[in-house]
Each structure stands twice: as C-alpha cells, then as structure tokens.
C-alpha cells in the first residue's frame, strides 16, 4: 500500500493517526493520500479526474468543471440516513433509528475491503472561521476523489485545519463509493452503490458513516451530517444553536448595518435571499453564509452567527442573471457544476436564458431531446465563498455577526402570509416549530407534496425534535431579554386563484427586509392580529411596485383553523417532549383565531 508522505510527518495526533490506520485496516485502499489542501493538489486530483473522464474541463469558465452522476444518486436520500443514538426515544420521531451496536456490526461489513482498488484520502477541515469559540474540526476518509474537490471548496480544508487539532478532538467521518475494484477492472466515471446507500450517525459519540453515495449531502460529511445532525446535538449539550439558516447583512440608505438568519427548507431560495440584489434605492445586501448558521450567545447578551462553511453548493435551475445575479459572477471561476446540462465547454441549465444552446448534452451526458429537463432540478454548483463579489466583510470574523432578526419561510401557495413577525420569543418558536413547506428535487421522493419542516431541520436535526424545540425555549432565556433577535415567518410562494405567485420574489424581498429592518429599531408601523403583527399597510415599502396586498396578507380564519387543527396532531408526535410553552402559544393561538 502506498502513502503520499508518513502518517507521523502528517500528524502528531495519536487518535487520529489510530483511527486512520483502522480505517486503512478495515477499508484496504490500494494507496493513502493524506490532504494538504493546497491548489497544487486540487489540479493534480482534478487533472486525474478529467483524464478517467469523471470531469470535463469547461473552456469558457476558466478552472471550472462539469460532472455528471449516476441517474440514482441525485439527491439526498432521507430513507437511507440514520440517528443511532443509545436509546431510540432520543432520535425522535423525525429520525430512522437503529440499535447502534447492530448498526456497527452492519457498518462493519459494509466498509470491509470497501476501497479495494482505490485511493483513500484522507481529509482535514475546520468548520467556522479558524479562531471562533465555535470552531471544530472534522476529519473525513473517502475514497471519492469528487467528495475531496468539492471539500477544498466548501470548507477550510487542509493543513491549517490539521494545525487546529493538535490537543482538540475532531469529528470522525468515513465515507466509501462503495464500489470496490478487482485488480485490473476499470472504473466507471461516477461510482456508488444505490442498494447499499447509507448515511449513520452516531450522536453520543459524535462520528459519521456515509456508504454507496457520492452526491452533495449524502458524500460531503462536513455539511448536513457535521455541520447540522451532530452539530445540532453539540449545540443542544453546550448551549448554542446549529441551524440550516442562511446569514446576511443589510446596509441601509443610512448607513446603519444589521444582520439577519433566515431558515428555509431546502431548495427553497436560501442562496438567493443570501445573495439578494436589493430594488430599493440605497440599500445593500451582503452575504455570510448561505445555507447553516451556528450561532451563540456573546458576554454582551446578543445572538452571534458564524457560518461553518467556506462555499456555496447551491441549486443550479433557476439561477440567472436575472434572478440571482451575484451568484452568477461567484461561479464564473473555479466551480463545480454537478447535473446540470452541457454545451460546447459551457454548462447550461433550465431558467439560465430563454433559449437553450444548440447542441446540448443533458446531465445525463446524453444528447438533449428537447422534452425531458436538460439539466436535473437538484443540479448543483460548488464554489468557494472567496469569489462571491458581495461576500460580507465579517463572513471570516472569527466572532461572528450579531443577528437582528430571524426568519422562518417555506413555499405555501396559501395560508401564511408574505411576512409576520411573532408576539414573543417563544411565538416565534411557536412559528419555527410550525414550519411547512412543499417539497423540492433536494431530496429523493415526490415534488410539490405540503410537509411540516419544523425550523427547516427536519432532516437535520440529530435528536429527538421536541428536546431541540424546548433547547430553543431555553436558548431564548439565556439572552438579553431586550437584545434577542425578533422572529418571523415570512412566504415569498403565495398565489393567485388563477396558480400565479402574487409577490416577484428575489430582489423585491428587499422590500419585506426593510420593513424588518426597521421593526427591529421599533421604526415601522404593524397591525396586531391573531396570527401576529402585520405590517401596516403604508409601513411596507411599495414604491413602483404593483402587487395585490389582499392575497398577500388576507388571513383566511377557516384555513388558519385546519392548519391549528393540523398542527395539534402533528405535535402530538413528539409526546412528553413536547414543551408546554409551545402547547401554550397553540391554545392561545387558538383563542385568538376564535
Ligand atoms: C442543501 C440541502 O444541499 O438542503 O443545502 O439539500
Ligand atoms: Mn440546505
């Protein structure tokens, strides 16, 4: 077996030096390659990938790729992903579960001769700013060599990550294709293992499997499965919040800067909000982060945010020039494009330009036929957030940004309202907890079927739900009372009776942020009703802008009743977890409805 450099030269960590000669035991790599995280090693890797014809070099974005996968391995995959915790009550309801001692035994055999044929590489990463009192280090082994191209994008990846660890721990991740190769078999370009896919975590001891997927959040192990599940669990024993938030700055007219999370399920416009272009005259949106948030509370009594992550894997279908412009300059260098479509050394997707280019290869690598999408709708790019031309000057303040307001959003076509801000903290948990949308192409299953996606965590919170939701309650104690961020729930998807969207959406959301901006200086104007405040009708900005106020803000007294209805059954799913301040703000909403 070889080895790029000793594993004593690498690292003088004696549990992570032990814990990869297991893993080179158990897997059998034909070769170990310990990661640097340097650009020399990027090409080198990216140049092998091209070469198997895994990558193909994309001529008019310079540094850039295009990569296509294999038909079953596009999304997440929830059915697949487990929380083995010791006991199964505390995986909760929301989470599959298995005993974690059969799960092991399962894993063990699984992983056994798993990388026969491969190199196994060896990669270390910091989640958050290095230097910030939320900065942990991971360390994840895979044999895909996609999985480390896209890990230097996403995360501080490499040596300096490794410097971090010297007396810290670090949180273990093995990942396999699972496709081991006989001597002298060739390779297809995107291997996996569908029948055997499986994502475990085990949350006591704080470690990650990941088998027979390479795509995003199954293979990436520093995002969903550090950065959320286990993150989640380390937040809820040590007193701070992980969440799938996105992180942005607003600069008013004014001058005056505040920074707002936002939780939206996924593929549900977090990139796009996080990079929003703002339509009012004088106003300035920066991005921190866009899709988690980890965030504390600071010795000055307000909530912080850092963003654990260093780049962007976002949706590609949709994004245009129109509607999301500084993601477009972000991924003209350096990216990643994974599914989406292919045209004479560009990649193209639904909704980049009204027309497709000729000849065009659908994310199939197969000539388009005109019909079926060209690209897959959870197509995805990956690249650092260095290039993106609107990054916030604090996105690597190890302290992080202080937050004014958080939202709650999902895509209804009706029901809640395009914003209201909440009576309290705990009725802004109330309204996280309520949280639900219509599903998209992110995860494997059906488009479009209305889920509850309490706080957009739903996938991602590694414990038992109603714990995480009285951790909420808790955390809302442990601020200044008069410094905690308000909350709201916000919905750019409503629509007409004809199934138009009534509010344009991107940049126009500038106009729901101002309002917000200045609720949270006390500087605008709101109705109180039974749902919470609204805002009054001349506090919203609506300058130049037609819209039908009535189908955005109409509260429909009978729908409000079946959704109540609806969410008391719901939550009677979490049992004794449930928190009685969350049972309180549903009666009381009740009352007010009545
Ligand atoms: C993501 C997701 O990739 O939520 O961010 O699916
Ligand atoms: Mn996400």
Known sequence: MKINIPLSEWTAHSSLRAWIGDAIRKCKPKSVHLCDGSSEEFDKIAAEMVKKGSLVPLSKRPGSFWCHSHPDDVARVEECTYICSKSKEDAGPTNHWREPGEMKEHLRSLFSGCMQGRTMYVIPYCMAPFGSPLAHVGVEITDSPYVVLNMKLMTRMGKEALSQLEDGEF????????????????????????????????????????????????????????????????????????????????????????????????????????????????????????????????????????????GYFGVAPGTSMKTNPIAMRTIERNAIFTNTAYADGDVWWEGLSETPPPNLIN?????????????????????????????????????????????FGGRRHGVTPLVVESLSWNHGVFMGASLSSESTAAVKGEVGKLRHDPFAMRSFCGYHMGDYFAHWIEMGKRGAASKLPRIYSVNWFRRDSKGKFVWPGFGENNRVLKWIFERTSNRAAANSTPIGYLPAPEALDLSGLTVDLQSLFSIDQSAWKEETEKLKSYFQHFEMHFPKELEDELQCLEERLS
């Open 363 to 407: 994310w199939q690598n197969k000539p388009w036929d005109g019909k079926s999408p060209a690209a897959h709708p959870n197509s995805r790019f990956t690249v650092a957030m260095a290039q993106c031309p609107a990054l916030d000057p604090a996105a690597n303040d190890p302290a992080g940004v202080p937050i004014s307001a958080i939202l």
């Open 171 to 310: 949180i273990p991740g093995l990942h396999s294709v699972g496709v081991p190769l006989e001597e002298g078999e060739d390779d297809v370009p995107w291997p996996c293992n569908p029948k055997e896919r499986i994502i475990v975590h085990f949350p006591e001891e704080k470690s990650i499997y990941s088998y027979g997927s390479g795509y995003g959040g199954n293979a990436l192990l520093g995002k969903k499965c550090f950065a959320l599940r286990i993150a989640s669990v380390m937040a809820k024993e040590k007193g701070w919040l992980a969440e799938h938030m996105l992180i942005l700055g607003l600069t008013n007219p004014e001058g005056e800067k505040k920074y707002i999370a936002a939780a939206f399920p996924s593929a549900c416009g977090k990139t796009n909000l996080a990079m929003l272009t703002p339509t009012l005259p004088g106003w300035k949106a920066e991005c921190v982060g866009d899709d988690i948030a980890w965030m504390y509370f600071g010795k000055d009594g307000r909530l912080y945010a850092v963003n654990p992550e260093a």
